[in-house]
């Protein structure tokens, strides 16, 4: 295994009796790197990702996190990341800082270091004046600012997040993803996201793996996913008068145009690089006389991506409780 890299995974299989829930899977995560993982229900990236954590074992393959190989060290993996879980998990009866405290003991940081890093963590995430506060009083937003603080508490060169902003409210998600930005200002922390929301994929993440039935069908940053669609830009053009059938033609001819559709106000093409071809179209429609009122360009998105690769959309999954991250060892 290469000690450089974040994340790898060679070949590996997770077998459920004759089910293999992942299927030959080959992955490379670089240091410093925010990478995305989406997938349909049942599509197999929590169960690789639950592998890649130590939770669940590996039927066959290689992977190693942050130099560390996960079947042979599974409890040096642990404490080597921080995982913040789909479901809430912090103590409601406790306080905020109590909260970070007990955590940061699992991990067998003195009380000379816990204190620092706790204020530093509190503050970084805009919960230091709430510290003394119990987490019963905190809304949803804040509570998973304070778990992504606690995945943080021991200073884990991997932090793997799972649906870091599901069921929050418009405002909190980009109070989250504002929070994602800073953390990696400075830093080398390398950020496993795993996440429905396909525009949290695309505002965050350097690249990308959509998983489904059990193998990663595409990887790349979210524009060369995109570029990999033919016809990822429609241009829909508003016409004082209907072009005529040697207008349409001579449009379909241009390099990089898919296809050419009449509409019900003017004319709609299909191309790569739509914002490129657009004074071109214009310039041949003139040729007829015909007036442009209106010009808009579509660019694709990454959920037109996932239904290329997948056939299907993205739904929501149902929050799983009880798979949350299992701490290296408990303090006493």
């Known amino acids: ?94 306080t905020g800082l109590e909260n970070l405290d007990i955590y940061a003991r699992f991990f067998d940081m003195s009380r000379s270091e816990r204190g620092p890093r706790i ?83 695309e505002a965050l993440c350097d690249r990308v793996a959509i998983v489904d039935r059990g193998k990663i069908v595409a990887l790349g940053t979210p524009q060369e996913l995109k570029a990999r669609i033919p016809g990822s830009d429609t241009v829909d053009l508003s016409l004082g008068s209907p072009p005529s059938d040697a207008r349409l033609a001579e449009l379909g001819a241009l390099a990089g145009v898919r296809d050419v559709a009449r509409t019900a106000d003017g004319v709609r093409v299909r191309a790569d690089g739509g914002a490129t071809l657009l004074p071109r179209l214009i310039e041949i429609l003139r040729v007829d006389g015909l007036q442009v009122t209106a010009a808009a360009l579509q660019r694709i998105s990454l959920e037109d991506v996932f239904i290329h690769f997948t056939g299907r959309t993205l739904r929501e999954e149902s929050s799983a409780a009880g798979q949350g991250f299992v701490p290296p060892r408990r303090f006493t």
Request: aromatic share 4%; hydrophobic share 40%.
């Open 119 to 201: 204020e530093e963590l509190l503050r970084v995430v805009g919960l230091w004046d709430r510290r003394k506060s119990l987490v019963k009083t905190y809304s949803g937003g804040m509570r998973r600012r304070l778990e992504i603080a606690r995945g943080l508490v021991h200073a884990p060169r991997v932090l793997f997040l799972d649906e870091p902003t599901i069921g929050l409210d418009p405002q909190s998600r980009l109070v989250i993803w504002d929070l994602l930005r800073d953390l990696r200002k400075g830093s080398d922390l390398t950020v496993s996201l795993t996440t429905h929301y396909l525009e949290e994929a």
């Open 1 to 94: 295994m290469n000690p450089e890299l974040a994340i790898e995974v060679r070949h590996v299989v997770k077998r459920f009796g004759k089910l293999a829930a992942v299927d030959d899977v080959d992955l490379e995560v670089r240091h410093g790197e925010l990478f995305g993982v989406l997938g349909p229900n049942g599509a197999g990236k929590t169960t690789l990702v639950r592998m890649l954590t130590g939770i669940v074992s590996i039927t066959s393959g290689e992977a190693s996190v942050a130099g560390i190989d996960v079947r042979r060290d599974p409890d040096g993996v642990r404490r080597a990341i921080g995982v913040v879980s789909q479901a809430l998990t912090s103590d409601l009866d406790l």
